[in-house]
């Protein structure tokens, strides 16, 4: 389904057709008062791209909606530092990757990044359908070996192929930064395709 | 060399074409009912904390209250007596606490600050009986 589709489909939750006229501003301004109706709506408009970040991120489905509803918890909590600098949409983004990396980092000293990782590749492939080890699939796992900072902007690169100047917008960082940022991250990305994909083959 | 670039540029093509064509997926119908079932217990919570704060609040006033209202009593009306001196036989505490407060009031020449702080404490006393009511309104 491509992404126009997804997000104009009705998901019917919240049937207020007033809320659904207002914009993104005037419902964090209104959310920011206390009113959840609004923050719903904001909910019902970002839930497919903020569940597609998560996804993203974590590789799961189970996983990224729970990171998915971490992200708008966190963002209702911190709606009252949000003085529309940018636009919802990227502090959803900025929002959205700092919980999945959080959560990341927290299972990475736990370990259980590597058994994940080493289930994925090692045990579990001989014993999953050939669709699931789709060399497709095995790359974009790859990014999550990725360095917080590279795996963030790889993802929302290919998200929704968004400009340069958005992602440097997100990740605060200057264009040249990003621009050097991304050169790296693809060079460290075809490395641990190379290694991860490639060689086990 | 030129075999090195060849594969470079394929892997690169294959990488952006591996992570251009990942679908966009829906989210599933339980991500935004999810988010205002979690929405309304923060909220829960929350009320729950201010609750908690307003009756520790209403009892250190009451405490402090209370404490100020019978040190200024026991002052003024010199009811440390009956701990020194004992009370009469005929009369009860009831009737010399009465007389006394009768007495030093009636007499009373000074300024109002006394009179004052008693108001105060009365008051105080019906704030933290106002919160209290404001508690039981606002608890499910």
């Known amino acids: ?201 | 060399m030129n075999e090195l670039l060849k594969h470079k540029n394929a892997l690169d093509a294959l990488i952006n074409e591996a992570l251009s064509d990942e679908p966009f997926l829906k989210a599933p119908i339980t991500l935004q009912r999810g988010v205002e079932a979690r929405l309304r217990i923060a909220a829960l919570r929350d009320r729950e904390k201010k609750r908690f704060a307003i009756s520790m609040a209403t009892l250190a006033l009451l405490f402090v209250a209370g404490f100020i209202a019978a040190a200024v009593l026991v002052w003024f009306t010199k009811l440390s007596f009956l701990y020194t001196e004992g009370v009469s036989g005929g009369k009860g505490q009831f009737d010399y606490y009465i007389t006394a407060m009768t007495m030093a009031l009636a007499s009373y020449q000074g300024a109002y600050s006394l009179i004052m702080s008693l108001v105060l404490a009365v008051g105080a006393g019906i704030v933290a009986l106002a919160m209290q009511v404001h508690k039981f309104i606002f608890t499910d």
């Open chain 1, 1 to 201: 389904m491509t992404r126009a589709a997804v997000i104009t489909a009705p998901a019917g939750l919240v049937n207020d057709a007033s809320l659904e006229q207002l914009d993104d501003i005037t419902l964090v301004r209104r959310s920011q008062k206390g009113d959840r109706d609004a923050f719903s709506q904001l909910v019902k408009r970002h839930q497919h791209l903020v569940y597609n970040v998560s996804y993203r991120f974590m590789r799961d489905a189970v996983q990224a909606e729970d990171m998915a509803q971490e992200a708008f918890l966190k963002a209702f909590r911190l709606l009252k530092g949000f003085r529309g600098d940018c636009s919802f949409t990227t502090w959803m983004y900025r929002v959205t990757s700092s919980v999945c990396l959080t959560e990341l980092a927290r299972r990475k000293r736990r370990g259980e990044v590597t058994l994940h990782h080493e289930a994925g590749n090692k045990l579990s492939a001989p014993q999953t359908a050939p669709e699931e080890t789709d060399l497709k699939e095995q790359i974009r796992r790859c990014v999550s070996y990725l360095s917080d900072r590279y795996a963030t902007i790889i993802t929302l690169y290919y998200l929704n192929g968004s400009s340069y100047d958005e992602i440097a917008q997100v990740m605060d960082v200057p264009l040249g930064t990003l621009k050097t940022w991304m050169f790296r991250a693809r060079k460290q990305l075809r490395r641990i395709v190379e290694k991860e994909v490639f060689s086990n083959e």
